[in-house]
């Protein structure tokens, strides 16, 4: 049975190297099958991920470009029917588009694929449904589910959060669902399966009022969810990594999940850091008050870097736009991270971002998954460049070069304070050395 292309007139976006500055339908700098030390871009340094809730929003989501003081602006040919065979044209068009962009993995949460229906068991249903399809046209196409997660925040039954719901009634339902969140993961293979909003969508805490919540109980209460899933996954023989995305506001106006070292704290507070890696959004850590690359480099500095959310913010906004990033200094300093931890396998660079509102051509998807795959790439190459000279990593460890002679062990803590306290008096004075900020800001500039 022929099925309808929806994005008539647009070939597999070609690799064009001496392309123009006006010529935005093809890859400049992204080279799938360019090998760089020793590894492809494609399948090991740009695990590239088209996220399904900003790309192909069911035509009710809030992400259909609409926003206070406007109506929705995307009216997409792919939503068009009852819900089910919607949701149907939306799988096969969202394939089409993987396909033509060239990207090898996905990313949803559960009610991006299928409707909700009036209960659990007639949503599970709908999503039974829709994944067999998503089955075939994996199985057709090649293309793989990067991560799965839940949707434990559009209903207003969480509207005081899932897990950490003050109605066991609500905590059930996020069970249950998570249950059932976990079995689609396992059906389609996902390699990854991300609790949202830090301790996740699933675990949603955070206050607007502090008074009317229990903060000791309700951080039990997160731990106890938390504990669920490895426990489930071994029953199932679910094999993928669990992942945990910081996020320090929205949709409380302050969430505990603040960054990701308030993250790593919760682990390992609860003993379940072997269990869990961390998702860093940028964008997130941005609203959190940090650099761009901050909770990156915070995350593989602990080895739980897991994957990431590949987007950006406005720095003047306070709140999380979701934009697609384009700023080769950010993508630099991301993948050289990722460079030095030898990749992100099995996470990925998933696009958690959407089109500007005014953005609602059919092609402008297009344009602009292409410009950050190119920034992505671009960023990769100054990081292989920057770490392949060594000249950073040198002045670093020139810098820290005390540690390795003299009163060494103050590093690794075996120093006692009355052997720091004779050093001193034996050596007096530290030598006060220049921290030659510009010298390394210049240095990095040169390979942007």
Same mark, same amino acid.
């Given at each position: 049975m022929a099925h309808e292309d929806f994005f008539v007139g647009i070939p597999k976006i070609p690799y064009s190297p001496n392309a123009g500055p006006g010529d935005v339908m093809c890859f400049k700098h992204y080279n799938a099958q360019e090998v760089l030390m020793g590894r492809k871009m494609e399948e090991d340094w740009l695990r590239f991920s088209v996220c399904y809730w900003h790309s192909f929003p069911d035509l009710l989501s809030s992400w259909q470009c609409a926003d206070p003081f406007g *109506?929705?602006? !995307? /009216?997409? &040919? %792919?939503? $068009? @029917?009852?819900?089910?065979?919607?949701?149907?044209?939306? #799988?096969r068009a969202a394939f089409e588009f993987f396909t033509k962009l060239g990207v090898k993995y996905y990313t949803f949460h559960d009610r991006d694929m299928a409707p909700e229906g009036s209960t659990l068991e007639e949503s599970n249903r709908n999503l039974d449904e829709i994944t067999d399809l998503a089955l075939q046209l994996q199985s057709q196409t090649g293309i793989q589910v990067l991560w799965v997660t839940c949707n434990l925040f559009s209903h207003q039954r969480h509207m005081n959060g899932a897990a950490t719901s003050p109605d066991s009634h609500v905590v059930a339902y996020a069970g249950a669902q998570l249950k059932k969140g976990?079995?689609?993961?396992? +059906? !389609?293979?996902?390699?990854?399966?991300?609790? %949202?909003?830090?301790? @996740?969508? !699933?675990?949603?805490?955070?206050?607007? *009022?502090?008074?009317?919540? #229990?903060?000791?109980?309700v951080s039990h209460f997160q731990f106890n969810f938390a504990d *669920?899933? &490895?426990?489930?996954?071994? +029953?199932i023989g679910l094999k993928c990594q669990f992942l945990i995305e910081p996020k320090p506001k929205e949709p409380s106006k302050h969430q505990y999940d603040y960054d990701a070292m308030s993250v790593l704290g919760f682990l390992k /507070?609860?003993?379940? $850091?072997? /269990?869990?890696?961390?998702?860093?959004? &940028?964008? /997130?850590?941005?609203?959190?008050g940090h650099s761009y690359e901050h909770d990156v480099v915070m995350a593989s500095a602990f080895g739980m870097l897991g994957s990431v959310d590949s987007n950006t913010g406005s720095a003047d906004l306070g709140w999380d736009t979701d934009q697609f990033p384009m700023d080769i200094r950010n993508t630099t300093l991301v993948m050289k991270v990722i460079v030095e931890q030898g990749g992100l396998q099995p996470g990925g660079l998933n696009f958690d971002a959407k089109v500007r509102r005014e953005s609602t051509d059919l092609e402008d998807l297009f344009i602009a998954h292409i410009g950050a795959m190119d920034a992505f790439a671009r960023g990769l190459r100054n990081a292989v460049h920057i770490v392949k000279d060594g000249l950073i990593a040198h002045m670093v460890k020139e810098r820290y070069s005390s540690f390795s002679h003299g009163l060494g062990r103050v590093d690794d803590g075996s120093a006692s304070l009355e052997e720091m306290e004779a050093f001193i008096k034996q050596n007096g004075e530290p030598n006060v050395a220049s921290?030659?900020?510009e010298k390394y800001e210049s240095i990095f500039n040169h390979y942007i």
């Open positions: *109506f929705r602006t !995307l /009216h997409r &040919p %792919w939503n $068009e @029917g009852a819900p089910m065979d919607a949701a149907k044209k939306r #799988l976990l079995d689609t993961a396992q +059906k !389609l293979g996902a390699e990854n399966f991300v609790f %949202w909003g830090g301790y @996740g969508q !699933l675990l949603q805490n955070g206050r607007r *009022f502090i008074q009317n919540l #229990l903060v000791r109980i *669920f899933p &490895p426990e489930y996954k071994d +029953k /507070h609860y003993g379940l $850091e072997s /269990h869990f890696k961390l998702n860093i959004e &940028p964008n /997130h850590t941005t609203l959190a921290g030659k900020q």
